[in-house]
């Protein structure tokens, strides 16, 4: 079994039918949840067969199968339970859209292991923070392996490869940070000296900023089963994660409180899931083109522009969070801090919830904050 069945087999149930060598066979499949691979004919089992494979295991007749048969679309993502999650929320929404895509085969989840996923035992800030869980998938969507890319947004770096674009985002999720703690309610409620595990900068200067009495553990990566296996171990006392992360994933019974946008103003594009594709792939543009939900697009692109202006290091805390007030118009807040947490510079923005002047808002905040800050804070 190659890497992504590999994986794919770890994050959800898999059911194997064996082909029974001695008997008449008509069909065998492999099945997991939210997953169908084709029906196997009894024509593709000879091929297996005449190329000398006497156990019969389905795998080897998927091998063949696949060769034969193309995907109208290749999904690439990442391999952990929350993009796996993000994977079949874009094929689900295709498929309601698109009949000729919920034909067997017709959608393909290729799963692509980035050097986030491969360096766990560093900081991000150490390994070089931008780009770390996209690099690998736009390489193979530039390469031509993947149709489009699946990214949670947050992750994305502001400049995009060559040859690609990001025309989609999906409905923005919860943008808050949830507390997780088995012995504490809230932040608040933690005694003097606990320690909080995380590996956002941007959660340990706000934390810090807030609760000075508290002490972070900043390498406490992994993905979400991972933090809070950690947690449950001993290793912190507390955790934040995204909201939107335990929603996709059907595990917010672990929240102990959420924390509003004053006690943590959320990463740039936190919830929000984006898409690209290659530029010159005018198929796969309008496929995405009747997924996109264009108010979290230019909620994004505020939050981002605010992002790109400052142009932060990897270890600089940078917040930012865009959304659509009661009157219509677009309210923007941004943050930098010191890691440590002593400084923290705050800025808000309010205008018409237009992509143009979104975006001159997001850079006209991040214009104050560089002047407010002075030289030397936003250093490597």
């Given at each position: 079994m190659d890497i992504a069945s590999s994986s794919l087999c770890q994050a959800h149930k898999i059911s194997l039918t064996r082909c029974q060598p001695s008997s008449p066979v008509n069909s065998c499949s492999l099945t997991f949840t939210g997953f169908s691979l084709p029906q196997i004919s009894a024509p593709s089992l000879a091929k297996c067969r005449r190329k000398g494979t006497s156990s019969g295991f389905v795998r080897?007749?998927?091998?063949?199968?696949?060769?034969?048969?193309?995907?109208?679309?290749?999904?690439?993502?990442?391999?952990?339970?929350?993009?796996?999650?993000?994977?079949?929320?874009t094929r689900s929404k295709l498929q309601a859209i698109h009949p000729e895509l919920t034909e067997d085969g017709a959608i393909h989840i290729e799963i692509i292991k980035t050097t986030g996923d491969k360096i766990l035992s560093q900081p991000l800030a150490d390994i070089g923070g931008k780009g770390l869980f996209t690099k690998e998938i736009?390489?193979?969507?530039?390469?031509?392996?993947?149709?489009?890319?699946?990214?949670?947004m947050k992750d994305v770096p502001t400049y995009l490869p060559e040859k690609t674009v990001l025309p989609c985002n999906l409905v923005r999720e919860d943008v808050r940070d949830a507390f997780i703690c088995l012995t504490a309610a809230s932040l608040a409620d933690l005694p003097?000296?606990?320690?909080?595990?995380?590996?956002?900068?941007?959660?340990?200067?706000?934390?810090?900023?807030?609760?000075?009495s508290l002490a972070v553990e900043e390498n406490f990566r992994g993905n979400v089963q991972t933090r809070l296996s950690k947690l449950q171990g001993g290793k912190v006392h507390a955790t934040l994660l995204a909201l939107a992360g335990l929603k996709r994933l059907s595990m917010t019974e672990n929240v102990a409180s959420v924390l509003s946008l004053d006690e943590m103003l959320p990463a740039v594009a936190q919830g929000a899931i984006g898409i690209a594709c290659r530029t010159d792939d005018d198929k796969m543009a309008n496929y995405l083109a009747s997924l996109n939900h264009e108010e979290t697009r230019l909620a994004v692109a505020c939050e981002r522009a605010f992002l790109e202006t400052l142009d932060g290091s990897c270890r600089t805390p940078i917040a930012g969070y865009a959304a659509k007030d009661e009157?219509?118009?677009?309210?923007?807040?941004?943050?930098?801090?010191?890691?440590?947490?002593?400084?923290?510079?705050?800025?808000?923005?309010?205008?018409?919830?237009?992509?143009?002047?979104?975006?001159?808002?997001?850079?006209?905040?991040?214009?104050?904050?560089?002047?407010?800050?002075?030289?030397?804070?936003?250093?490597?």
């Open positions: 080897a007749c998927v091998a063949v199968e696949q060769k034969t048969r193309t995907a109208i679309i290749r999904i690439g993502t990442r391999g952990s339970p929350l993009a796996l999650a993000q994977a079949y929320e736009d390489e193979a969507l530039i390469n031509g392996h993947i149709d489009i890319a699946v990214h949670s003097g000296g606990s320690v909080v595990g995380t590996a956002s900068l941007r959660r340990k200067s706000q934390i810090l900023h807030k609760y000075p009157e219509g118009n677009c309210f923007f807040r941004g943050l930098v801090a010191s890691p440590d947490g002593i400084r923290v510079l705050e800025t808000s923005r309010k205008g018409p919830y237009v992509f143009e002047d979104m975006v001159k808002m997001g850079k006209d905040a991040g214009q104050e904050l560089l002047s407010r800050a002075g030289p030397g804070f936003f250093g490597n």
